[in-house]
């Protein structure tokens, strides 16, 4: 992709987006503390970088850190054994028996995968032995510092102008002219804290949405950094990295990250939460919602003092977890969860007093229209949503496809949704008794938001292509539907075919699919999942 494509692409969509601003409000934003735009991404927004080459255009080259180096020396096998993280001495001496094999055979710094190589050929069984945390404590312990030929630290290089996937490039460039509308020369903070190494994470996050344009910086807000700021315990930071985050040799990789993270803690929280109202937006990593929950809210589930900063900018991105975090607060229906783990079999099949798969207490609250989950269809979800609804008795829920993006424009002029990237977004309604109503937004749906409800704007409809022929579903009960996306499939069959009914299963429960009298069909868009479906009933039993 040439520079002055991808130019005229940013142009393009910067457009689009002040004619979708246009359309609901009439008139220019509002002031900035009155105005926001959530950008939720259903999953990684994965980019061509020097770390992840796979992402990238063909033969493409870019210089950076290609990959993480480890080696054996005498003395790290030293600081493990005397460092180790635990009470397991027996694990402890096989470790230190199996490494010290490993130095005899190889003296260099080798890849990761190299590393685990030699370690199953010695002792595949010690090393499935470890506890995660050994295991993580071991890896820390052994990585190696890669540096410039100008003896800087070697850092990912971000390219997205080189990716592979347009629908990611369309994310990208919807948050620059988002940023852009917000402000002429706008800035972002980064915070990789759903991560567990959030410093390793920080090169691809910051580099995400780093132009000439945009100032893109990483704001060090880990478990080690609230816990230092919040006790006036910053000379602390290096035990409260292991404590805290169960990290360990970080200043040896990471020295310039470790050296912001000790510069905020040092400058105090009202310093902190400065740097985010100067902020004009904010991106948050996927990774584990939990661990950035644990940078927002202390254990009593109060928020830190920076937290309504970052409730509050103008432009919010988050990206799977980052995503996922943003749903929280208050509605019509009470409080509104947050999704932590679980298939959708599993959440079927648990107790229904098992909350074990979602925290009542919330997310950071950008987003109060209910539940969001994401890899949604392609991890198949949808019943797992569907079940924590009624587990939280919360009526909305909303589930993010991957590489497709939730757009939420907020005025007090009013507000609407929109979806953009590849695939779409999932609104369900529960209804009580595992009854719900199922609505499917494309790429390219506008969505009005009126009367506590969420329906396809009559714009869209209008917009609607043609509907075209296809046969009729065949007259089965179609199985294992909660596998590899087959119930998008399903459903975008019956809106294709203009289909009344439909039946499938997975292992003992039967999903029935059913027109209703407000139930409607439109193609929105030529691609595989470009159907609009909304209001279709979703009925769920056992057998």
């Avoid at 180096?69 to 001496?93: C, D, G, M, R």
């Avoid at 948050?175 to 402000?183: D, F, M, P, Q, R």
């Amino acid at each position: 992709m040439t520079h002055a494509f991808t130019h005229y692409r940013q142009q393009q969509l910067v457009r689009f987006l002040a004619v979708l601003l246009s359309i609901t409000f009439c008139a220019s934003l509002t002031a900035a503390e009155q105005s926001q735009t959530l950008i939720l991404v259903g999953s990684e927004l994965s980019s061509c970088s020097s770390l992840n080459m796979q992402q990238c255009d063909k033969n493409t080259q870019i210089a950076g850190k290609a990959e993480h180096l480890f080696s054996v020396t005498a003395e790290k096998v030293k600081k493990i054994t005397q460092q180790w993280p635990s009470t397991n001495q027996e694990v402890k001496s096989s470790t230190v028996k199996v490494l010290l094999a490993i130095k005899a055979k190889s003296s260099t710094s080798i890849t990761k995968p190299a590393l685990l190589w030699h370690w199953r050929d010695i002792d595949n069984t010690q090393l499935n032995s470890l506890s995660e945390q050994e295991y993580h404590f071991v890896m820390d312990m052994l990585e190696v510092p890669q540096l410039s030929s100008q003896g800087q630290r070697l850092a990912e290089q971000v390219n997205p102008s080189l990716n592979n996937e347009p629908a990611i490039n369309n994310i990208l460039q919807f948050i620059t002219g988002s940023l852009k509308v917000a402000n002429e020369q706008p800035s972002v903070l980064a915070i990789t804290a759903a991560s567990r190494d959030p410093y390793a994470a920080a090169d691809f996050t910051q580099g995400l949405l780093s132009t000439a344009s945009v100032n893109s910086q990483w704001l060090a807000l880990t478990p080690a950094l609230v816990k230092a700021i919040t006790t006036n315990t910053c000379e602390k930071l290096p035990q409260y990295r292991q404590s805290e985050m169960r990290l360990y040799n970080r200043e040896a990789i990471y020295p310039d990250r470790i050296q912001a993270e000790n510069t905020l803690c040092s400058n105090g929280v009202n310093s902190l939460v400065k740097l985010i109202n100067n902020s004009t937006g904010v991106i948050f990593n996927n990774g584990e919602q939990d661990l950035t929950r644990s940078v927002l809210f202390d254990e009593n589930n109060q928020a830190y003092p920076w937290t309504k900063a970052l409730q509050t900018r103008p432009v919010v991105i988050g990206s799977g977890a980052g995503a996922a975090i943003q749903s929280g607060g208050k509605n019509i229906s009470g409080n509104i969860a947050t999704i932590t783990k679980g298939s959708s079999l599993l959440a079927l099949q648990a107790d229904i007093n098992d909350s074990s798969m979602f925290n009542l207490a919330g997310g950071l609250a950008t987003f109060n229209y209910g539940m969001i989950d994401t890899h949604f269809s392609e991890q198949n979800r949808t019943l797992r949503l569907a079940t924590v609804l009624d587990k939280t008795q919360q009526k909305f829920g909303f589930g993010i496809d991957e590489a497709t993006a939730l757009v939420v424009i907020k005025s007090s002029a009013g507000n609407l949704i929109t979806v953009i990237g590849k695939s779409g977004v999932v609104y369900l309604k529960a209804k009580g008794n595992q009854h719900y109503n199922y609505s499917y937004w494309p790429v390219g749906s506008v969505i009005d938001i009126a009367n506590e409800d969420f329906t396809l704007s009559q714009r869209s409809i209008n917009k609607a292509l043609a509907s075209i022929k296809i046969p009729a579903l065949p007259l089965q009960r179609f199985g294992s539907i909660l596998t590899n996306a087959k119930l998008r499939s399903l459903i975008q069959a019956m809106c294709l075919s203009q289909e009344q009914s439909t039946v499938a299963q997975q292992d003992q429960f039967i999903l029935s699919l059913s027109v209703q009298a407000n139930t409607a069909y439109h193609r929105i868009n030529k691609d595989q999942y470009g159907c609009a479906i909304s209001h279709l009933e979703l009925a769920v039993s056992t057998f």
